[in-house]
């Protein structure tokens, strides 16, 4: 943990009720029934999570609600369910099953709609595939594929048969691929040919053997052809989704699982070592994510929710599959770019499908107001009711723009505060109840304790900056890191004993609202990704000219934070541009293209403590051409900053 105190300045005075119009037909419609909740929440919060619970289908109900063996819980325990049977077979039934689930639209325009029938059909045919190669219950399958329906086809048939799976993010390389197939100890791989993003195509299986090359826990590789590119295919190894599913019947039995069954494991960007699978349980995930959905995006039968975030992330599993799929929603999904092929693409696609509610980023609507007002205004977006953000803190003159343009003020905005770890929305407003403030992500959701603490865990007052913590378990909580549970502990449990530490900053307001401030750890975020300052470094020093590497954000207008890196080289290598270029090169393919650094700065020593602690505050301050201000009395060599200082001119 590096800073103590935390300065907090912004101070955002406007405020924004729900319309009467808005909150008359909303599922929580007034101040008082959000209050109701949130006290019966609070003095019986397993009574009160049981009963959401008991809306999905079980096999077999549980017999404890939580077991609380700090910092491990179990939620539900003793029950069974099948997340992907609470998605899809439990609106068999009725008419939901000829509503369209997912509305894909591709990047070079083509169209899919697949009903919930059509759904269970694909996903049963496509989980009979997995059953056929042996893969079963218990085994771990990684997904590397490109925004396309069958992304969500691979999860679901995974999770249908027990299978615990693990999206990689199709922008990473071949070499966190890699690692990330190796931590997870995967016996298949589920990938496709290529993707499509920006007019030109992401080679996603030539990736995929590069990252084989080392990853020898893959049996079997199974290739959706999307883009009809040729690909290089090592049978029998490597299998063509399209071959295997026409052997499949498309009937295949949800298992019961444990509640506390790992649903997926995703990585994620810690403070310090390698990125960690945050591992997350099915019944307490689903339950979460079912009625986050439901209340904070206020979603009705008749909605069409587009997410525009890509499932390979963890706001892509629970908002666009998982969350609106449990409730029988119509769920958008789009392959490409938003600026493809002009910037008005999402707009187009708004009014093209009339959808009713969009989820975007804070990085993506700064975008969008670099691109100009003119591409949203050439659209009809009448169809919107309400807006959310989501992935990293939105500024207010942001927040305005997004409810004038887009919502043409009209809707109100849920910004939504979660994480990797929480599994579902943890702060936001609920948006026919709560006003808003633009820039805060208001209370916490009934049933989830927060608090802002001091280094001792003592609450900090109104208005102070301090730690962001949860107090009580909650059911879509991580369980644990993959094989690493005393790293679990470590990351999130000790920081602050017997506190969930989030890692970020944040001020509590006299409304009781929740201004987050960003990370207070070594992450960087970049366009809303979290990426390790470790991990860049790693992957610098793995360059033969580097000998030292030290990582920091800086403020970036349209990324939110922007990546500096200091590299000293190693003996008889030049300080030259081209080498700059080079090694961010070598980050994007160490890494993948979003943890680019965008600035290499040549050095010859790095500022450190006397105990060698590289001194990152006042790498940050000059990364971002402040002063340094603060503490430089444990600075080891004094001459190491003036020369940084030099440097820079
Ligand atoms: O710093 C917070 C920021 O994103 C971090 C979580 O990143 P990740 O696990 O990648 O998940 C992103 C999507 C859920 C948080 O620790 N963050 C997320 N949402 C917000 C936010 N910061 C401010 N306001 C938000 N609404």
């Known amino acids: 943990m590096a800073e103590t105190h935390i300065e907090s300045l912004l101070k955002e005075q406007r405020i924004f009720p729900p319309s009467p119009e808005f909150s008359k037909h909303a599922h929580i419609h007034s101040l008082e029934v959000y209050d109701s909740i949130t006290k019966r929440a609070a003095e019986d919060p397993e009574g009160y999570w049981a009963d959401i619970a008991a809306e999905l289908d079980w096999f077999e109900p549980w017999k404890k609600v939580l077991e609380w063996d700090s910092p491990f819980a179990k939620w539900f325990v003793g029950g069974k369910t099948n997340i992907a049977f609470n998605c899809i077979d439990r609106h068999l039934s009725s008419a939901t099953k000829n509503k369209v689930a997912i509305l894909w639209e591709g990047e070079p325009g083509d169209v899919r709609a697949l009903s919930y029938q059509m759904l269970h059909y694909e996903v049963c045919r496509f989980a009979n595939v997995l059953k056929s190669l042996g893969i079963e219950k218990g085994d771990r399958a990684t997904i590397y594929m490109g925004m396309v329906p069958e992304l969500a086809i691979a999860m679901l048939a995974c999770a249908r048969i027990g299978v615990t799976h693990n999206v990689v993010f199709g922008g990473f390389s071949a070499e966190a691929l890699r690692d990330r197939i190796n931590d997870s ?68 039995p949800a298992e019961r699982l444990e509640a506390e069954h790992p649903v997926f494991m995703l990585y994620t960007s810690g403070t310090t070592g390698k990125p960690k699978g945050v591992v997350h349980a099915t019944g307490g995930y689903m339950t979460n994510v079912y009625i986050t959905t439901k209340w904070v995006f206020d979603l009705k039968d008749e909605d069409t929710f587009w997410c525009s975030a890509d499932v390979g992330w963890v706001t892509g599993h629970s908002y666009i599959v998982y969350g609106p799929l449990l409730n029988g929603a119509t769920s958008v999904m789009y392959e490409g ?21 969009f989820y975007t980023a804070p990085t993506a609507i700064r975008s969008f107001i670099k691109w100009g007002d003119l591409w949203p205004a050439k659209h009809d977006l009448s169809s919107l009711r309400l807006l959310g953000t989501v992935g990293e803190p939105i500024n207010p003159e942001a927040w305005m723009w997004y409810h004038k343009n887009i919502g043409r003020d009209r809707c109100p905005i849920v910004d939504t505060w979660w994480q990797t770890e929480t599994g579902a929305i943890m702060i936001s407003p609920i948006p026919g109840a709560l006003p808003t403030k633009p820039g805060s992500a208001t209370r916490p959701l009934p049933g989830v304790v927060v608090d802002v603490v001091d280094r001792q865990g003592k609450s900090v007052g109104t208005n102070q900056g301090g730690f962001l913590v949860i107090k009580r378990p909650w059911p879509s909580m991580l369980r644990t890191i993959y094989g690493d549970p005393e790293r679990y502990k470590k990351q999130y449990w000790s920081e602050i004993p017997g506190m969930y530490f989030t890692g970020d900053g944040a001020r509590c307001d006299e409304d009781g609202y929740l201004w987050i401030m960003g990370r207070i750890d070594d992450v960087i975020n970049v366009s809303g990704h979290r990426i390790g300052t470790m991990e860049v470094e790693s992957s610098l020093v793995s360059h033969p000219t580097v000998a030292e590497a030290a990582v920091v954000g800086r403020p970036d207008e349209l990324k939110g934070q922007g990546i500096v890196a200091f590299v000293t080289l190693a003996a008889g290598h030049q300080a030259a541009p081209a080498l700059k270029e080079e090694l961010k090169g070598h980050v994007a393919k160490t890494i993948g293209g979003f943890a680019k650094p965008d600035e290499i700065r040549f050095t010859d020593a790095l500022p450190k403590t006397r105990s060698g602690k590289i001194m990152r505050r006042l790498l940050r301050d000059l990364a971002s051409g402040q002063a340094t201000v603060g503490d430089t009395t444990t600075l080891e060599d004094f001459s190491v900053l003036t020369k940084l200082r030099e440097e820079e001119e």
């Open 185 to 252: 100890k995967s016996r298949v791989l589920i990938t496709a040919d290529g993707a499509y993003r920006r007019g030109a195509i992401v080679p996603l299986k030539k990736n995929a053997d590069e990252a084989l090359s080392g990853a020898p826990s893959i049996e079997r590789v199974i290739v959706y052809k999307r883009t009809g590119e040729p690909v290089n295919m090592a049978p029998p190894r490597d299998l063509w989704w399209h071959d295997q599913v026409a052997k499949m019947a498309g009937v295949c």
């Open 337 to 357: 770019a938003p600026n493809y092929p002009e910037p008005d693409r999402f707009w187009s696609i708004i009014e093209k499908f009339k959808v009713n509610i």
